[in-house]
């Protein structure tokens, strides 16, 4: 999504207007602007049902009651001394963080790619401009989620605990 997305900031970039900063076409993908759209819409349709297949998950199986963040986290973070607990509570709390900008990503990914059947969308964030900046915005917000999510699962587990996750 990232890379089609690029594509897509380059027919008309958000931050500067066609004279603003363009992403060189080695990181982009799609080739051109109708080529990038139909690439992000086609990994929309994967992002959309993983989340929402995740969120049937964590409901159904009463996992959130422990995936997530807590009151003995926010308790943790005040109190504990061990370091590992400190760890686990601010590693749930980034953990939990992400599903509200995923929501967001996807609730303005919606409004941009139909704003005649859904202006209400475009209403909540004042114009189109604000809709656009909002959703390139969650863009960062991932990849540093991604970052301290990893640099936590390192330090809680150390590379066996990293390792487990692929193999």
């Not at 380059?10 to 139909?38: C, E, K, Q, S």
């Not at 061990?82 to 929501?103: D, E, Q, V």
């Amino acid at each position: 999504m990232l890379t089609s997305g690029l594509q897509i900031y380059n027919a008309n970039p958000v931050f500067g207007g066609r004279a603003g900063l363009h992403i060189p076409p080695i990181f982009t993908l799609g080739g051109w602007l109708a080529g990038g759209r139909h690439w992000h819409f086609a990994a929309m349709w994967l992002f959309s049902l993983n989340l929402l297949w995740y969120g049937f998950y964590i409901l159904f199986t009463q996992r959130w009651r422990h995936r997530f963040v807590g009151a003995n986290d926010i308790k943790a973070l005040q109190k504990s001394q061990n370091n590992k607990r400190l760890i686990y509570a601010w590693h749930r709390i980034i953990y939990t963080s992400i599903i509200p900008i995923l929501l967001l990503a996807l609730l303005t990914g919606i409004g941009m790619y139909k704003p005649a059947q859904f202006p209400w969308i475009v209403d909540m964030f004042g114009n189109w401009q604000s809709l656009r900046i909002v959703h390139f915005a969650s863009v960062p917000m991932v990849i540093i989620f991604v970052i301290v999510h990893s640099l936590l699962g390192r330090k809680a587990g150390g590379e066996e605990l990293t390792e487990s996750m692929f193999w």
